[in-house]
């Protein structure tokens, strides 16, 4: 896959360029699916945050509200009871898939559940656009800091990229960089401090920063 592993989403031109550069083609020609499952697993997210996010409406616009030729809803909890015969197509069909925020854990175990974690390495040329633990999920782990949903055995998320994210960097109290470097040291290895305007793409094992706002590498 080609991610961009964003903090807020498409903020500024920087990342918008970096999502045109990873669809290969104008967005207009392109199919999305978006996924919000991660809200139900957070104590401050719900149905209104999880219909602002999917209608694209603010404070939740951004990814859904971008031109999209089509844009569908795939919801991972509804996966198992349909069968994979007939949501891998609408997954394989899509030309990229976007994954809003919430709680990673929650994200991570219904991946699993639904068996999408699995097909993920296979989707060669799908770009996966991450927005909070949208793109932390991807991760080794994310920190207890960041784990919100009571059924969490623990931090650890999938680990299909070998860094950590810390996202929103001063947007709320809590997430300041004195609480980042604290983090870093729970967490281990490298890890990435993103705020609203900055992501990361990944692309053939190449990590590059995104940004016009503040970032950090730790570890």
């Known amino acids: ?22 669809l290969g ?14 809200q139900w697993g957070h104590p401050m997210c719900g149905p209104v945050s ?15 509200s971008l031109p999209w030729r089509s844009l569908g809803l795939l919801e991972l909890t509804a996966l198992p009871s ?19 925020g919430g709680d990673a854990t929650y994200l991570a175990h219904w991946l699993r559940e639904s068996g999408l974690a699995d097909v993920l ?37 999938l680990g299909l990229v070998d860094f950590s994210i810390f996202p929103h960097l001063d947007v709320f109290p809590t997430n300041t960089m004195a609480q980042a470097q604290a983090w870093a040291v ?14 990361v793409t990944v692309v053939d094992g190449r990590t590059e920063v ?3 706002g503040v970032w950090h590498r730790l570890g």
């Not at 999880?50 to 859904?64: D, E, H, N, Y």
């Not at 729970?186 to 992501?199: K, R």
Request: include cysteine; hydrophobic fraction near 40%.
């Open 121 to 157: 390495p296979t989707l060669t040329d799908t770009v996966w656009v991450g927005v909070s633990a949208g793109s932390m999920v991807l991760t080794p782990r994310i920190g207890s800091d960041f784990v919100e949903w009571a059924g969490a055995p623990d931090d650890r998320a």
């Open 186 to 199: 729970e967490v281990g290895g490298p890890a990435y401090v993103l705020d609203d305007q900055s992501a």
């Open 50 to 64: 999880a219909r602002g996010f999917v209608a694209g409406t603010p404070p939740w616009g951004g990814l859904t």
């Open 82 to 100: 349909i069968g994979e015969e007939r949501w891998l197509p609408w997954v394989r069909e899509a030309d990229v898939l976007l994954v809003d």
């Open 1 to 22: 896959m080609k991610l961009l592993l964003t903090s807020g989403g498409v903020r500024n031109p920087s990342i918008r360029q970096a999502l045109d550069e990873l």
């Open 210 to 212: 995104v940004s016009e």
């Open 25 to 38: 083609r104008p967005i207009e020609d392109c199919s999305a699916l978006c996924i919000p499952t991660a």
